[in-house]
């Protein structure tokens, strides 16, 4: 299929294109060829001519995950804004509001938070009279995960056992693990040992069931919260194992969110020049999202101010831009944290 989107695509042939690129980009994403999948479904969408609107919704779909999975923000947000209007239009309430909560993590990638959470409570708010679906059950456990994100623990778990429970009414197997995940993911923050047990229990499962891209992202987030807790040599094992894990799979956006802490873990643990080579490289590479950005930046500025080397107080000024706009903790403490130290560095206590 791969090679007839390449000839259909030079010779302009919209019907070998509209047949081809579609089952090309399947075929692709189940290997784990996700930058090839994402290709694909480019080609199908720009150059293609699907039969009717469903057929449509389906390519939209397939560009959407892939794009996710790439860090092609652009790309996700419009396929996404695209399937809620198409679902309004067709008065498809509960698919309109799965892609309005969908969105919500377009935004976080740009730490954009406030945008996300107005997200997600519309997405709420209109799948709350509705009768349990698949569709409100994955607006739920969104939610879950965005109250994680926001640190509001206690409250995330309450929303991932909701969501849980109407998965399992439904038989939805891999909604049920996402439950978990995100249950586990806010006990972290809770109890360290409970939610690293489960986690990786979850991770192990996952993987061993071919599901690489969730098992990807539960190492992520044991890896990241470990970070941010200070537990840094469990942090380390875990990102490494998650950037191989995702480089393996193609799983870009992951692993470069692994690479910006995993260099913030080793700057903290005195591996000075390993830490300035990850972000220096992160940092050079074109399209990576905001938060991975972010974290890559602080590894700089603080490795910077540690070794007296110029320039900390710009990388500081720019994460400190990309921040601001976040209003959530997990990424305005560590930047001003970072901000603290270089303040303290040159003996400005009152800046401290």
Request: charged share 25%; aromatic share 4%; net charge negative.
């Amino acid at each position: 299929a791969a090679r007839r989107v390449h000839h259909a695509a030079r010779a302009g042939d919209t019907a070998a294109i509209s047949l081809y690129a579609p089952l090309a980009a399947t075929e692709a994403a189940e290997r784990g060829a996700h930058r090839e999948a994402l290709a694909h479904w480019r080609v199908a969408l720009r150059q293609g001519a699907p039969a009717d609107d469903a057929e449509r919704k389906r390519w939209l779909e397939g560009l959407a995950v892939e794009a996710a999975i790439g860090d092609a923000l652009d790309e996700n947000e419009a396929a996404l804004d695209e399937l809620e209007r198409q679902a309004l239009a067709q008065g498809d309430v509960a698919g309109a509001a799965l892609r309005r909560a969908q969105q919500s993590q377009v935004l976080v990638g740009r730490l954009r938070h406030a945008e996300a959470n107005a997200a997600i409570d519309e997405a709420v708010a209109r799948v709350e009279p509705l009768p349990p679906s698949l569709e409100k059950a994955r607006v739920i456990l969104t939610a879950a995960w965005m109250r994680m994100l926001d640190r509001d623990c206690e409250e995330s778990m309450r929303w991932a056992l909701r969501g849980r429970a109407i998965a399992e009414a439904l038989g939805e197997l891999p909604l049920v693990e996402f439950a978990r995940s995100a249950h586990a993911t806010a006990m972290l923050f809770v109890d360290y040992g409970a939610g690293c047990a489960e986690l990786e229990a979850l991770a192990e499962e996952e993987r061993a069931a071919g599901r690489i891209e969730r098992a990807v992202v539960e190492l992520l987030n044991l890896g990241s919260g470990s970070g941010e807790l200070m537990h840094l040599r469990e942090a380390e094992g875990w990102l490494r194992r998650c950037m191989a894990l995702s480089a393996e799979h193609e799983l870009d956006s992951r692993h470069a969110y692994a690479t910006a802490w995993l260099a913030l873990v080793a700057m903290l643990r005195g591996r000075w020049d390993e830490a300035g080579a990850m972000a220096d490289a992160l940092l050079a590479r074109p399209g990576v999202a905001d938060i991975s950005r972010l974290m890559a930046l602080l590894a700089v500025a603080r490795l910077r101010t540690r070794r007296g080397d110029p320039g900390a107080r710009a990388v500081l000024d720019e994460a400190l831009v990309l921040a601001g706009p976040s209003s959530t903790l997990q990424r305005i403490a560590p930047t001003r944290a970072a901000r603290a130290e270089a303040a303290f560095a040159s003996g400005d206590l009152a800046t401290v």
